[in-house]
T-cell receptor, first 108, second 113 residues
Framework: GQSLEQPSEVTAVEGAIVQINCTYQ??????LSWYQQHDGGAPTFLSY??LDGLEETGRFSSFLSRSDSYGYLLLQELQMKDSASYFC?????????WGAGTKLIIKP | EPEVTQTPSHQVTQMGQEVILRCVPI?????FYWYRQILGQKVEFLVS????????KSEIFDDQFSVERPDGSNFTLKIRSTKLEDSAMYFC???????????FGQGTRLTVV
């Protein structure tokens, strides 16, 4: 079967750094994407890793190790507005296969 | 900034009725998708569409579902005979290429009563 595993919930303090891990097992792999979703909103694209290594976009970074079927999203200098659910998703052929999402709770 | 737009934002329908959900993808994108998300659950792939035909579909996308690109801008999802379990948020997405980032619309919340 195809599956992605990520923690259901992570809590962090404003200004801190948090890492959300994702492991996957899928047939067909082109890359790993990360999406942010606020309650009631649409998923918003954050980053994509097609190759091993680290991709950095402002406060957000994403890492991929294809040999380990593992990736993570790193959020730095956390702000209250970063409170949301974060989904890892594998690009497999013409579809995205989604994890169940990680709810990020940020405390002042 | 270009965006994917979906209408209506909320649709309530009676079980057994047909509904059509509408989407306008980003104009220069070639790949279109429908996903759904049952409240509190993960996003699920329904179908991808390229060059006026379905390129991939999931097990969820059975005979009650169909997609169409009736003109150069719209992309629709039709559910022929709705069931209670079809109640979900339906997201349309588009991408420039088949394996690149997908941009999502704000979704249509479908409630079947």
């Amino acid at each position: 079967g195809q599956s992605l595993e990520q923690p259901s919930e992570v809590t962090a303090v404003e200004g801190a750094i948090v890492q959300i891990n994702c492991t996957y097992q899928t047939s067909g792999f082109y890359g790993l994407s990360w999406y942010q979703q606020h309650d009631g909103g649409a998923p918003t694209f954050l980053s994509y890793n097609g190759l091993d290594g680290l991709e950095e976009t402002g406060r957000f970074s994403s890492f991929l190790s294809r040999s380990d079927s593992y990736g993570y999203l790193l959020l730095q200098e956390l702000q209250m507005k970063d409170s949301a659910s974060y989904f890892c998703a594998v690009q497999s052929n013409y579809q995205l296969i989604w994890g169940a999402g990680t709810k990020l709770i940020i405390k002042p | 900034e270009p965006e994917v737009t979906q209408t209506p934002s909320h649709q309530v329908t009676q079980m057994g009725q047909e509904v059509i959900l509408r989407c306008v993808p980003i104009s220069n994108h070639l790949y279109f998708y429908w996903y759904r998300q049952i409240l509190g659950q993960k996003v699920e792939f329904l179908v991808s569409f390229y060059n006026n035909e379905i390129s991939e579909k999931s097990e969820i996308f059975d005979d009650q579902f169909s997609v169409e690109r009736p003109d150069g801008s719209n992309f629709t999802l039709k559910i022929r005979s709705t069931k209670l379990e079809d109640s979900a948020m339906y997201f349309c997405a588009s991408s420039a290429q088949g394996n690149t980032e997908a941009f999502f619309g704000q979704g249509t919340r479908l409630t079947v009563v």
